[in-house]
């Protein structure tokens, strides 16, 4: 690098890194220099995949200096930079954004027409990177927008699948999993940086030695390792000149192969260890909630923690760094307990390769982490078996026994007597095996510990961590998610965001409690005539794409009810089949005459983990419903039902500004916060929901006449439980509940077999965990609450612009605010 006093300007060649002229002759410039100089072909031979390369590599042109600069700033500056640890990062496609970041959205367009080629169509060349299963993983893309928007110095790690989250195709109704190639045809948005590699040690064993001072001192013979390759992805901030970055690591062996074994001619054998060392960054597990306990997502996490915790100590911070001073240059954020082997990590750094003692590496450790946590379901709270964990990390291992000594020692100090809590809280489960409880590691190792929405915050601190928030409650925190209204409103909604532009301005972008200037034109009709055609126009939008992309034909005027999330018993889409079937059963057995139905059109997006049998039978159901009730004349334009195969983020920007009806159902309790129903509401669409996440604070803010509230409290679910939930009863008792579950039952839905339907059936009246059938009656009622409503046009299209009017609260710029005031301690660049 070329004089570094210097200041960062003039570090920038001029010429190739200032970027091309914000005209639409210097963008086609740019891109014909692309095309043919970077692709290596002429416009009349090029196909939509170099035009589509070519026009990402042109955008990306224009991001480049300020990318150089916000790097240079990050690294020279003396500023907390946020470090993000997570295993997923659900981007979403990225030409749009940077089109959006920069604002070149109509200088492109109209550059791309005079070269004969439609944007769109390229647009849609783009696979989005699926680097994650769904809500946590989407949230961490939202949280590095709004960190470059808010100009917060953060670099994002992670891990570069080579496949993300499975495509999800329907072969007679049941899933089938498709693996995801999204780098097939090339990615115009990494940057690798093979040279910088970093060498992540594994397996092997520990010994002792004593150094010169005569301190005994431990160090670590590991068994094998790997290569991280770090890839660099822009992060734009909008229209503000920062782009942070995002590092994901890439595996790769040491060797790349035995060339004894290769000349002796066994080939097969020669590669083994390098299929061995690459599997690891190869592919995304799809378990959204439970985790599989599995070796090789033990060598993910440590692989992505040791090459970002490397990167960060060796490559960002000055080469003199005092590392007593680390807490005041960064803080890592762990995205729930995936990263938290970064805490042994840093202790084995500190107290085994610097030679700290381990107190004063302990009292820096524990300011450098904050821990996030995204569940309420104990099975989903990560554990490590033992033997795995010593096999694998075996120093990481003895660091956690220490840890977790010392911290109960502490404990008993201050329950003197109290075993029993030491017990409880001790970082070592003894059954059903031994393990270490990763939350509770992140709980001890953290400065603070958030939950993701008000009420699982305190449900964190009173029934998950107990005897950690009683033991340190100054440590315990709630930041209620958010979501980029970037991508979700402006790019999503272009109709509405050009509405509310035209009314309030367009400061909301980056203000989003500006929305609260829209409240007044809920009364004015002509305003309701424009929101309500904006919604319309989307919907008209999204029928002709699923028209295109999945043959549905759906009715243009019908009330669009949606249910988008992953697929699991706790988020209960078998309730609203439930309410599908009822309202279907109505109709066919003459109880309800069909013009006295409320025109309504279902959609159901969700990917089932692939070894989670019960939900992949609930898409089986679903399905079945869908092909059943579309199928049926006597409920033809009133009744349909679509299940666009392949939720993903792409999608949910087609789907969500389309709705009328946001669904929000789990049982209270089960769900975190939710971030859907966020997006839902700001692009105007009433909510049906339970007291759950934030559902709690969406009803709040956009006040109980624009929000459906069904079901039971979580205080009532607990009673129900304690008293002892039986399914049957329900079912006895309430004469639809049966008639909707018999007509199930009978086959009706599965060509007359039976067996089709019976474990979903049998689950729901026997076992029914998360209480489908106690809150059946109770959600039918909102239902017709919302016929009700939707009945007169003129009050529901009022209440959908008070919801987006009132939504503004669910920026993740605010969630980002909320980070900085209570956990970061540190505030944007001035
Ligand atoms: O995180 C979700 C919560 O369910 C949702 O309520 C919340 O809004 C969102 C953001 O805070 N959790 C989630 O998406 N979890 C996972 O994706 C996930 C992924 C992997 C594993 C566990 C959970 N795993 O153990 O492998």
């Known amino acids: 690098r070329v004089g570094p006093t210097l200041p960062v300007s003039s570090e920038l060649a001029a010429g190739p890194v200032e970027p091309p002229a ?162 097939a045809l090339g990615s115009p948005w990494e940057f690798p940086h093979p040279e910088r590699q970093v060498r992540v040690d594994f397996g092997g064993h520990t010994e002792k030695w004593t150094d010169d001072q005569g301190r005994e001192r431990t160090r670590w013979v590991p068994g094998w390792n790997v290569l991280g390759i770090p890839y660099h992805h822009m992060v734009p901030g909008f229209r503000n000149g920062t782009v942070n970055t995002l590092r994901l690591w890439s595996a790769k062996a040491t060797q790349a192969f035995d060339l004894q074994i290769f000349n002796s001619g066994d080939y097969a054998t020669a590669v083994r260890a390098q299929t061995f060392a690459e599997n690891i960054s190869k592919v995304l597990y799809p378990e959204d909630s439970t985790p599989q306990g599995k070796e090789l997502r033990l060598q993910q996490q440590y692989f992505f923690v040791a090459c970002s915790l490397h990167d960060f100590i060796a490559n960002t911070l000055p080469k003199d760094f005092d590392l007593r001073q680390l807490p005041e240059r960064i803080i890592f954020q762990l995205n729930d307990t995936h990263p938290v082997i970064a805490i042994p990590e840093l202790m084995r750094i500190l107290v085994d390769i610097k030679g700290f ?28 078996s033992v033997e795995l964990l010593g096999r694998l990390l075996p120093r990481h291992l003895e660091i956690i026994y220490q840890i977790n000594e010392l911290f109960l020692e502490e404990v008993r100090q201050a329950f003197p007597g109290d075993e029993m809590r030491a017990r409880r809280m001790s970082i070592i489960a003894e059954h059903p095996e031994r393990s270490v409880r990763m939350a509770y590691l992140a709980t001890i ?19 998950v961590l107990p005897d950690f928030s009683e033991y340190e409650p100054a440590k ?114 003459g109880t309800v005459a069909i013009d006295q139905v409320v025109p309504r059109t279902f959609i159901f997006g969700a990917k089932a983990a692939p070894g989670y049998h019960l939900a992949k039978e609930i898409i089986f159901l679903i399905n079945s419903v869908a092909a059943t009730i579309n199928a049926d004349e006597r409920v033809k334009g009133v009744l349909s039902v679509a299940f666009p195969a392949n939720y993903n983020v792409t999608l949910a920007e087609k789907i969500i500004p389309a709705a009328d009806l946001s669904e929000q159902i789990s049982l209270a309790g089960k769900e975190a ?39 039971m409290t979580e205080p009532e679910v607990e009673a129900l439980h304690a008293r002892g939930y039986n399914p049957a009863e329900y079912y006895e008792s309430n004469d639809k509940l049966q008639r909707t579950i018999n007509l199930i039952a009978s086959g009706h839905f599965t060509d007359g077999d039976r067996a089709l339907s019976a474990q979903v059936v049998d689950n729901l009246v026997t076992q029914d965990p998360f209480m489908v059938l106690a809150d059946f009656q109770s959600y039918l009622d909102a239902q017709a609450r919302v016929d009700a409503a939707y009945r007169d046009p003129e009050r529901w299209t009022r209440s959908a612009i008070l919801n987006v009017a009132r939504s503004g609260f669910f920026s993740s710029d605010r969630s980002m605010r909320d980070y900085l005031d209570r956990i970061w301690l540190s505030s944007p660049v001035e």
Not at 68 to 82: M, Q
Not at 358 to 384: G, S
Not at 682 to 710: H, K, M, P, S
Request: charged residues 25%; proline residues 2%; contains cysteine.
């Open 22 to 183: 914000s005209t639409v002759e210097g963008f086609i410039e740019a891109f014909l220099r692309e095309l043919n100089y970077g692709q290596g072909v002429l416009l009349s031979r090029s196909t939509i995949n170099d035009q589509y390369l070519a026009l990402a590599r042109t955008v990306r042109e224009y991001l480049m200096a300020g990318w150089l600069e916000t790097g240079a700033l990050r690294r020279e500056g003396d500023r907390k930079i946020v470090g993000y640890l997570s295993a997923e990062y659900l981007l979403g496609r990225q030409l749009g954004n940077a089109l959006l970041a920069t604002n070149l959205q109509d200088i492109a367009e109209e550059a791309m027409r005079r070269c004969g080629i439609d944007i769109a169509a390229l647009r849609a060349q783009e696979i989005e990177p699926g680097l994650g299963n769904g809500g946590l993983g989407r949230l961490a893309a939202c949280f590095v927008d709004s960190l470059a928007t808010m100009d917060v110095p953060c670099i994002g790690y992670g891990i570069r699948y080579e496949y993300g989250i499975f495509r999800q195709t329907f072969e007679n109704g049941r899933q089938v999993e498709v693996p995801d190639s999204w780098l």
């Open 357 to 384: 003692d381990w107190d004063e590496a302990w009292d820096i450790t524990r300011r450098c982490f904050a821990y996030t946590c995204h569940t309420l379901l104990p099975e989903a709270l990560e554990v490590w």
């Open 445 to 463: 190792g953290s400065a603070k510990v958030n939950g993701v929405a008000e009420l699982q915050s305190q449900l964190l601190r009173d029934k």
């Open 476 to 589: 315990f925190t709630n930041v209620t998610n958010g979501v980029t209204p970037r991508r979700f409103i402006y790019l999503a909604n272009r109709r509405l965001s050009n509405l509310i532009t035209d009314t309030i301005g367009s400061e909301w972008v980056t203000d989003l409690d500006r929305l609260r200037e829209l409240e007044p034109y809920a009364d004015d009709a002509g305003f309701r005539a424009e929101f309500a055609a904006v919604k319309q126009a989307n919907k008209e939008r999204l029928f002709r794409l699923l028209s295109v992309r999945d043959g549905l034909e759906l009715p243009q005027h019908a009330m669009l009810d949606v249910l988008v999330k992953r697929l699991h018993e706790y988020k209960r889409q078998t309730l609203k089949l439930l309410h599908i079937v009822s309202l279907y059963e109505d109709v066919i057995s």
């Open 673 to 711: 916060s939710g971030t859907g129903n966020m997006k839902f509401a700001l692009n105007g669409a009433l909510t049906i929901g339970t007291d759950d996440g934030a559902n709690v604070e969406i009803r709040q803010l956009v006040g109980d006449d624009n929000f459906f509230l069904f079901g």
